[in-house]
């Protein structure tokens, strides 16, 4: 494998953890301290998890369970630790979006992935 590839990849899965962070935190911080755009919730939810997805996917071509495992694992454990904060709650339709989202990313960026990556 050439440096360009592993460079590219190793930029990719530090992209996708900070940006699984990132969404940790706007997730599960008190409702004050998230950050909006000003576009409705769900639409934020869908393309937060579909670039999360993507990155990973394109991060670890080779791994797509580990990767689907760890962006829609997610989903679901940042909803019902949304119920653990007062100031939060977990809703099924909230996780549903960030399901739908995560995979659709998950798929586009399995795509991009093993053509921006391939040895």
């Not at 990132?22 to 004050?32: C, D, K, M, Q, V």
Request: charged residues 15%; aromatic residues 8%; hydrophobic residues 55%.
């Amino acid at each position: 494998m050439n440096s360009r590839v592993v460079n590219l990849k190793t930029l990719l899965r530090i992209a996708a953890w900070l940006c699984l962070g990132g969404i940790a935190f706007a997730t599960l911080s008190p409702i004050g301290l998230r950050p909006t755009t000003g576009l409705s919730p769900s639409i934020e939810r869908f393309v937060a998890f579909a670039m999360v997805g993507a990155l990973f996917a394109a991060a670890y071509p080779r791994y797509i369970l580990f990767a689907a495992l760890i962006v829609l694992g997610a989903a679901v454990l940042f909803e019902l630790l949304q119920l653990l904060e007062p100031s939060r709650h977990g809703r099924l339709f909230d996780a549903s979006v960030k399901l739908a989202g995560g995979t659709i990313g998950l798929a586009a960026g399995l795509i991009a992935g093993r053509l921006l990556c391939s040895d």
